[in-house]
């Protein structure tokens, strides 16, 4: 079973560009999270999807952010336009059920803003 | 409303030594806990689970930890450190069952430095 796949890896941008994250999760899960981690902080929940429907979008920084999973498979968070504070590091998560008893995460995508 | 504190952000012990995270978590609800690691330039990878069976509960890598609602902890341990074992070490919390998703709170992180 493959993993969830996050790309690119890394990504380093100007600040006022835009980027695009994309998130393949495990195929099956209707479940779908992003996470983020700002430098020296915690991981902060952004946004979850169940199947192409945003379920809870509360941890969402502002409106320069828009994610969005169209046909429920994979998903992209884009910011535009980018900030200094945006930079971190992007987690993705997919999920098959909402209990809570497992998710299984990505490599995440280290994200620059210069 | 839930939360988690991670005592110590970076921890440093001899290789064969005993490993202590600490991790205490607040919620309205009985939670569901996590560990999770991140290797260097890796994902998060689950150590192990909490899901309101047994409180004592075993991971991958000799990793347990204990679900103590007294206290409301719950504390990572191993035996003996490996070099291996080098990595940040991440505790969380979710409600589970709840309308909203199950979204995890996440502590700000425990990294550890194993020393030969």
């Known amino acids: 079973e493959a993993g969830v796949t996050q790309f690119p890896s890394h990504s380093v941008i100007e600040k006022g560009q835009t980027v695009t994250l994309r998130c393949d999760p495990i195929?099956?899960?209707?479940?779908l999270y992003w996470y983020r981690r700002v430098m020296g902080k915690e991981i902060k929940f952004l946004l979850h999807?169940?199947?192409?429907?945003?379920?809870?979008e509360s941890g969402m920084p502002n409106n320069r952010f828009l994610a969005e999973r169209t046909g429920g498979t994979y998903s992209t968070l884009k910011v535009q336009p980018a900030e200094l504070e945006d930079s971190g590091v992007y987690f993705c998560a997919s999920s098959q059920d909402r209990q809570g008893n497992g998710y299984t995460f990505g490599s995440g995508t280290r994200l620059t803003v210069v | 409303a839930q939360s988690v504190t991670q005592l110590g952000s970076h921890v440093s012990v001899s290789e064969g030594a005993l490993v202590l995270l600490r991790c205490n978590y607040s919620?309205?609800?009985?939670?569901?806990l996590f560990w999770y690691v991140q290797y260097p330039n890796q994902g998060l990878q689950l150590l192990l689970k909490y899901t309101s069976a047994a409180t004592l509960v075993k991971g991958i890598n000799g990793f347990e930890a204990e679900f103590k609602k007294s206290e409301t902890s719950f504390h990572l341990t191993k035996p003996s450190a490996h070099m291996s074992d080098a990595a940040e070490y991440f505790c969380?919390?979710?409600?589970?069952?709840?309308?909203?998703?199950?979204?995890?709170?996440f502590g700000g992180g425990t990294r550890v430095l194993v020393k030969p």
């Open positions: 999807f169940v199947k192409e429907s945003k379920q809870d």
């Open positions: 195929s099956g899960h209707d479940n």
């Open positions: 969380a919390v979710t409600q589970p069952f709840k309308a909203a998703g199950n979204k995890l709170t």
């Open positions: 919620s309205s609800v009985p939670p569901y």
